[in-house]
């Protein structure tokens, strides 16, 4: 394995490193600000769509997407450092249009849309005109097997009907939001995995309704929001169904490989900028006739969040250079080994930076605590922890069986 980027990609890092610098990072206090006084939550600051036209013209858009046709044509290896960049900042992936659930959706729509889809729904989001959702857990079952979900998608001539109730769908709170991306139950008799299919349900479909938004540790995530959505007799074409009957998993498979490596990628990012916080707080905190730099156990602290940074971006490397090697499939313990990683990783420095800050660190006034409410969330996001650690051992027991 060869991690040195190509220059292009150090090009690519160079020029975002400038844009966090000079337009994310100053506006990280304008976006919250200009949340506050929009009257309500859920409509879209207007800086935004300022830092989104930038970085457009600056090149530094739709940087995700391997498909050259569509995006910057970089692969997984070459993509982490540029995602990593982008973790520092709740608000930087959307600038880029780089953000989750998005990114799945878009890249769902590229292996396995038609090309209906791809004109309707593919185009905008591509552009960023428009935001999306994907709705597939559910609040009835253990959504960590996805094998229970009970919402059905069934057919009526050339139509599908979808009625259910799903949850954590977000997205769903942005009046940008247009459409979903649901995953039912459509073939209760065939093989278990592939009972399943996803279709495409526009949101102002009669029958959606958005119950409420859930929050994260009292973090509401406006305007992006993480919804409760009722499907009650919703009727879409039939040609909205994405590749065909019976497809979900497979579908599924395709998507969360590169998500989850997304998500890692970011956990790093977030566990840098606390690990550069922390390191510029102590440096300037005096506590008992000398700065906390100097006091044993914040060196420790720092040590090991040095160390720990490096063995989780390491092995996420390994699991992009095996994606685009060897294929998701093979590469399906790697992946699953990062994703209990990097989240834990990064709640570990989180927990150091927010004790070496004090009660600061749980304020409002630096990021520490929202970005710990998140990577505390990946645990489950994704598939939790325990199911992933169970198909590692699974797989490592497998070369001795």
């Known amino acids: 394995m060869y991690f040195e980027f190509s220059e292009k990609v150090k090009k690519l890092k160079k020029e975002l490193q400038a844009f966090m610098e000079e337009v994310v990072y100053p506006n990280e206090q304008t976006y919250e600000e200009q949340l506050k006084q929009a009257g309500s939550r859920w409509q879209v600051p207007p800086v935004m769509e300022e830092m989104k036209a930038k970085a457009k013209a600056a090149g530094l858009w739709n940087l995700f997407l391997p498909d050259s046709e569509y995006g910057a044509g970089l692969t997984n290896l070459e993509y982490a450092p540029l995602c990593e960049i982008m973790g520092r900042s709740f608000i930087a992936p959307e600038v880029f249009n780089c953000s989750a659930p998005d990114t799945g959706n878009m890249e769902v729509l590229v292996r396995y849309g038609s090309e209906e ?83 495409i349900v526009p949101l102002d479909t009669p029958g959606v309704k958005i119950k409420r938004m859930l929050p994260v540790f009292g973090y509401d995530h406006a305007p992006h929001g993480h919804a409760e959505i009722e499907f009650n007799n919703v009727r879409v074409p039939a040609e909205n169904m994405i590749w065909g009957e019976g497809k979900g998993f497979a579908i599924a498979q395709g998507r969360l490989g590169p998500g989850r490596i997304h998500h890692c990628m970011r956990s790093i990012g977030a566990a840098e900028r606390a690990l550069e916080l922390m390191c510029k707080r102590v440096l300037n905190r005096v506590a008992f006739g000398k700065p906390l730099a100097e006091q044993g156990v914040i060196r420790e602290w720092i040590a090991d969040s040095r160390i720990e940074i490096e063995q989780a971006r390491l092995l996420t490397l390994k699991a992009a250079y095996m994606m685009d ?26 927990d150091r930076a927010i004790q070496a800050f004090g009660a600061a660190g749980v304020s409002e006034d630096f990021p520490l605590a929202a970005h710990w409410a998140n990577q505390r969330t990946l645990r489950l996001a994704d598939v939790p922890d325990e199911v992933h650690r169970q198909a590692i051992a699974k797989l490592e027991l497998k070369a001795y069986s």
Request: include cysteine; charge should be positive; charged fraction near 30%.
């Open 325 to 350: 090697t060897v294929g998701n499939k093979v590469a399906r313990k790697e992946i699953s080994m990062i994703k209990v990683v990097a989240p834990n990783v990064a709640l570990k420095v989180l």
């Open 117 to 199: 889809q791809k004109r309707k729904w593919l185009e905008p989001l591509l552009k960023g005109e428009i935001r999306s959702c994907f709705s597939m857990t559910e609040p009835q079952v253990a959504s960590s097997d996805a094998t229970n979900m009970q919402a059905r998608i069934e057919r009526d001539r050339d139509e599908y009907v979808i009625n259910g109730r799903k949850w954590w769908s977000s997205g769903a709170g942005d009046p940008r939001c247009k459409f979903a991306i649901v995953m039912g139950l459509s073939n209760p008799d065939a093989p278990k995995h592939e009972r399943h299919s996803m279709i």
